[in-house]
């Protein structure tokens, strides 16, 4: 905007002498007048044209100057335009108030005085006019700088460094002297490791990250000097305490003697590598643990019925027939565990019925050595008629997590409650299920982990967990259309965690497996481990 281009200025007033006698006292200031009778015209005008001061009645027919100061705020390209209230009638404290809120900038009251119009007028157009002005200026220097910039980068070979920075601006950057001071320090290294900028430049870049080296550093050195560049995964430290690995990129540049070092976190994926080697493993191990299975199962059928015909023979006393039941009842122990174990790894094709209760249970017997162990009290209360219609494997899998999740929170004892009911979630419409509730009087989960306990990689167990465990059995839950969510009670020092998963019901789909399960009774029990 040139000095003497000239400014709008948008008159509103239904009262065609008002604008007018606005128009002459106004028209000492040399500026582009225009008018409008109408809130509907004013802001036709505004739609249309580039408008520094509005001047408008508070009193209007249609459309009250309140209401049109709030519509035009409203605007993008209006809300800092300045508006200039006029009223004829005496005006509250309240709506005073209430033009500020809307807008206004100031207030003039009738009869107006031309020099005090002018003068406010004035002002607002300068300002306007100056404002204009400086981003005009703002604009032609940036243009500048970036030519002074470009002519810099193509002139001098140190700009070849940022040039490669730029290119890499998303990863972490830094640039060292050959005594390790860090004299560059980018966006991305401040998002990664924490420290900023300010913070960073002249420390001593690997032992402020506590870098620990796949190789003797000295290696690293040497091939610096000989070949110019040098790539691997560092394990260094956030300023959080965090330990993260860096796929890290070192340049060595001779002309300047600086080291440009390019790093990108690389531990989510070092993590889901290590827990997909994981869980090949234990997939292999549970083929091979249900190949076992199957092989004993068939000659301990067969060791079965041998003691049952052992126990009933005439040759033994009592004493003998004593001992033949009891270790014929831990034949029947064994079986069953071989029977839970065969029924983890035969997964269905098609999903079935599956009666909660027994799917808790064989749960809770795969934990029972670990339950045994930390001395856990067990509390169960089973509701009949709990059924779901799904995958047995993917269940089992969801609640081994969450009951042993349970357990481990709990080392040193506690009270292990679970319960089955029927319930229903009123989050979306109502919809009828089954809910189950873990609860562990353990540690608890911190405040400050609750936004984060689902994500994957995340873990309070600090390197023993994968992190995967809670996301994965929340990826399950969500498959069928379910909910899981979990909440820590403190009081003092003792802490209650129940984790909650609510589970569709479709009551038609296994009416006969239901009406099964209901022919059972409500079931509690409470079973100590101490």
Not at 267 to 285: D, G, Y
Request: overall charge negative; hydrophobic content about 40%.
């Amino acid at each position: 905007m040139t000095p003497d281009e000239k400014i709008n200025i948008l008159m509103v007033d239904d009262q065609p002498a008002k604008l007018l006698s606005y128009e002459v006292i106004l028209s000492e200031l040399g500026e582009n007048l225009i008018k409008a009778a109408t809130a509907t015209e004013a802001l036709r005008v505004l739609l249309k044209t580039e408008v520094a001061v509005v001047l408008m009645d508070v009193s209007m027919p249609d459309v009250d100057g309140f209401e049109l100061a709030e519509v035009i705020r409203q605007h993008p390209r209006f809300q800092r335009t300045a508006i200039i209230f006029i009223s004829g009638v005496h005006l509250t404290d309240q709506d005073v108030i209430r033009g500020y809120r809307s807008g206004a900038v100031d207030y003039i009251s009738v009869p107006v005085i031309p020099e005090v119009l002018r003068a406010k007028i004035g002002v607002f157009v300068d300002l306007y006019r100056k404002t204009r002005q400086l981003e005009s200026l703002n604009r032609h220097l940036e243009s500048r700088v970036a030519e002074r910039t470009e002519e810099l980068r193509k002139s001098e070979a140190q700009f070849r460094v940022r040039a490669e920075l730029l290119e890499l601006a998303s990863e972490a950057i830094m640039v060292r002297d050959s005594d390790d001071h860090v004299v560059f320090w980018n966006a991305g290294a401040e998002n990664l490791y924490g420290w900023r900028r300010e913070e960073a430049i002249g420390q001593r870049i690997h032992q402020m990250l506590r870098t620990v080296f796949p190789v003797p550093r000295e290696e690293i050195v040497a091939t610096l000097n000989t070949d110019e560049w040098w790539q691997g995964n560092l394990t260094q430290q956030t300023r959080d305490g965090r330990e993260i690995v860096v796929a890290c990129r070192k340049t060595m540049n001779r002309e300047t003697n600086l080291v440009l070092e390019v790093g990108r976190d690389i531990t989510a994926q070092i993590r889901a590598e290590q827990a997909l080697l994981e869980s090949e493993k234990l997939a292999a191990m549970g083929r091979v643990a249900g190949i076992i299975a199957h092989e004993i199962n068939n000659p301990l059928a067969a060791i079965t019925n041998l003691f049952y015909l052992l126990r009933g023979h005439s040759s033994l006393d009592d004493d003998a027939r004593q001992i033949a039941s009891m270790a014929e009842q831990q034949l029947e122990r064994v079986s069953h565990i071989t029977r839970q174990t065969l029924s983890f790894y035969r997964e269905s094709k098609q999903p079935i019925a599956i009666p909660v209760r027994d799917l808790i249970d064989d749960v809770l017997a795969l934990q029972e050595s670990m339950l045994r162990g930390s001395g856990i009290h067990v509390k169960k209360d089973y509701s009949p008629g709990c059924v779901v219609r799904g995958f047995p494997a993917e269940l089992r899998q969801v609640f081994l997590n969450l009951i042993g999740n349970a357990v481990q929170a709990m080392p040193e004892g506690g009270t292990l409650r679970v319960n089955v009911k029927e319930g229903t979630d009123w989050t979306r419409e109502p919809l009828r299920g089954t809910t189950v509730s873990i609860l562990d009087t353990g540690a608890g989960i911190q405040p400050g982990d609750e936004e984060k306990i689902f994500q994957p990689f995340f873990s309070t167990k600090s390197t023993k967990g994968t992190g995967l465990g809670l996301w994965i059995s929340k990826g399950i839950v969500q498959k069928y259309d379910g909910r899981i969510s979990f909440r820590s009670h403190r009081r003092g020092e003792s802490c209650v965690t129940c984790f909650r998963v609510f589970l569709p019901g479709t009551p038609a789909a296994h009416a006969s497996a239901a009406s099964a399960a209901d022919k059972e009774p409500a079931h509690s029990e409470v079973r100590s481990y101490a």
